[in-house]
Each structure stands twice: as C-alpha cells, then as structure tokens.
C-alpha cells in the first residue's frame, strides 16, 4: 500500500511539473508571438504536441544575435560592448536588463541607459549621455564638467580646449549662466572666475576683464551693450588693450559708473575718448592705482594656470 501511494504521488508530481511547462511555454510562446492565446474553439484548436514541442524548441534556442546601441557619441559601441558583458550565443534571456543597466551607468559618460529585448535574438540599448559644458578649475586642477555642474570623472580636459573656462570655488555653477551672459553681452567670453564666492569677473579676447558686482550684475552687463551699441565701448577698449599688449580692468561693480583701469587717460586717442566719456561719470584712469596683483590676475586668468586665491580683487 505504502509503495502504490508512493507512486500515485511521482505521477502526481509529474503531472503538475508537466502542467507547469505547458503553461509557461504557451506564456513564453505568446510573448514571442509565436502563438496567440485566445478561448479554444473549433476555429482555434489547442495546438498539436508536434506545435508545442517546435515552439518548447524555438524558446530553448533564443540567442542573442545583435546588439542595437543608439545615443552614444562619446562612447565607443567596443567599450559598450566590453560593459554589457553579453557574448553572441548567449540565451537572450540570460541576462537581467536590470544588472545590465547598471554596469552601463558605471561607464563616466552615462547620464541615462535603457535595455530591452526584442525577441527572438535582439538587445535595444538606448543611451543618454552627459553633456559636456564647461572646464572647471580649482586650485590648479581642471576638470570637465557637464551641464549639472557634475564633473564627468576619468575624461582628459585637453580633449575639450574649445569649451569655456570656469575657476575657483564654486565657479562650476557658472555654467548654466554662460549662455547668458553671452547673449547679454553678445560678445563669448574666454574664461569666468568666481571671486571670493560670491562675484564673477569675466576675461574677454584681448586682456579685457569685466568685473561684475555683486548684486544684479545683469543690469551692468545690459548698460555695458548699451554703450557698445551707441558708442562701440567694448570694441574700442579691446582694440586699445591688443594695441597696448597689457591688461584692461572694466569695473562695473558701483551701479551706473564704469571705471577703467589699468593705462592712463592720456592714452586714449581722440577716437576713443567719446567712447570712455560716454561711460557715466567714470573717473580719470589712474594706472598707479591698479596693482601689480591685479594686473597679473587679468593678464594670467586666460593662460589657464591662475589660482582663485591670487586672482582679481574683491
């Protein structure tokens, strides 16, 4: 009796496991649109055994074949490959999309990554990468930074001479404003520097350095294009600066004055002077009253070796 209830109970077993393995190949069948699921009728009978052993056989040999990678343009589809860790030949059910994604956020250029599979041999891999903003430098590193103000870590900065130039402390924060300063000045500068956390100066083409206050440092820029509009300002100081081969501090920190520092008044020739005049009760230039630290700061800033600490003054 003990030996009958023994086998009444493998056959039980069997059939359930076999019931399982049917389900879960009609399941797997369906998802691969290998078989509709739909109410059994005489127009759509159960399938053949012959049917469902060729289907059990199509699930079992599901490889990957081909990997489709869109979004990358700083990766290289050989370093994304070397990541994912998926070899051909692999079962495309393997692999959990989920562990894949994170081995794709460990790569420094990943903002973003998206695995599916489409079956019966594909991986879709959509990427989203960080974009790259500005070069930051804090004392006497640089680094590129993204459009978050994030550093992208293990990327070589010489590879990105083109961008802008944010130093000290903080300055990273300046990368969402460059464009904006940019259009307020319609002018790109070279380099932006916090100063003391809580300023920027601006380092323009020819040693010209825009020293921007503290509060509403819009305003001063607005006034500066007014006056290059009506007067040309900037174009002359710049060409006056290249002339002269030295440094020109723009002080726009005390609101509606300009101050130029940096040569003497007798130095602008009659071309010039309506311009500098037209600068709202700035006072006479006054070279000795710029110092040497200074100089060297608007002089140094765009060789892009300056330090925060040593730069213009407050």
């Known amino acids: 009796m003990k030996n009958k209830n023994s086998r009444l109970s493998k056959i039980i077993r069997s059939l359930a496991l076999a019931a399982i393995v049917a389900v879960t190949v009609t399941v797997a069948a369906a998802i691969s649109g290998a078989v509709t699921l739909a109410p059994l009728t005489k127009n759509n009978p159960a399938p053949s055994p012959q049917t ?4 059990t ?11 489709r990678i869109s979004g990358n343009h700083h990766l290289s589809t050989p370093e994304i490959h070397n990541t994912l860790a998926v070899t051909p030949g692999d079962h495309i059910l393997r692999h959990n999309l989920n562990h ?9 250029w990943i903002a973003g990554a998206s695995v599916q599979r489409e079956l019966p041999d594909t991986l879709t891999i959509t990427l989203r990468e960080k974009q790259p903003c500005a070069r930051h430098q804090h004392n006497k590193k640089i680094s ?3 459009t978050d103000g994030h550093i992208i870590p293990n990327i070589a900065h ?6 802008p130039l944010l130093v000290g402390a903080n300055a990273q924060h300046g990368c969402q404003l460059w464009n904006h300063w940019t259009k307020l000045l319609n002018d790109t500068p070279l380099a932006a520097a916090r100063v003391s956390n809580r300023r920027w100066n601006l380092y323009l083409r020819s040693n010209v350095v825009l020293m921007l206050p503290e509060q509403n440092p819009d305003a001063a820029l607005a006034r500066l294009r007014t006056l290059q509009n009506k007067h040309q300002l900037l174009s002359t100081l710049k060409h006056h600066a290249a002339e002269q081969n030295h440094s020109l501090l723009v002080d726009l920190r005390v ?14 020739n009659s071309d010039s002077a309506g311009a500098v005049a037209a600068a709202a009760a700035a006072p006479a230039p006054d070279t000795a009253a710029v110092s040497d630290a200074a100089n060297n700061d608007a002089s140094n800033a765009v060789s892009h070796t300056l330090t925060p600490d040593t730069q213009a003054q407050n």
């Not at 894949?100 to 420094?108: A, C, G, K, S």
């Not at 010489?158 to 961008?163: T, V």
């Not at 609101?255 to 602008?268: D, H, V």
């Open 100 to 108: 894949l994604q994170d081995r794709l956020h460990t790569l420094p």
């Open 144 to 146: 590129v930074i993204d």
């Open 255 to 268: 609101k509606n004055r300009i101050r130029l520092r940096g040569f003497k008044s007798n130095e602008i």
């Open 52 to 55: 469902i052993w060729n289907i």
């Open 57 to 67: 056989q199509n699930i079992l040999n599901l490889q990957v074949r081909q990997i």
């Open 158 to 163: 010489e590879n990105f001479a083109h961008l």
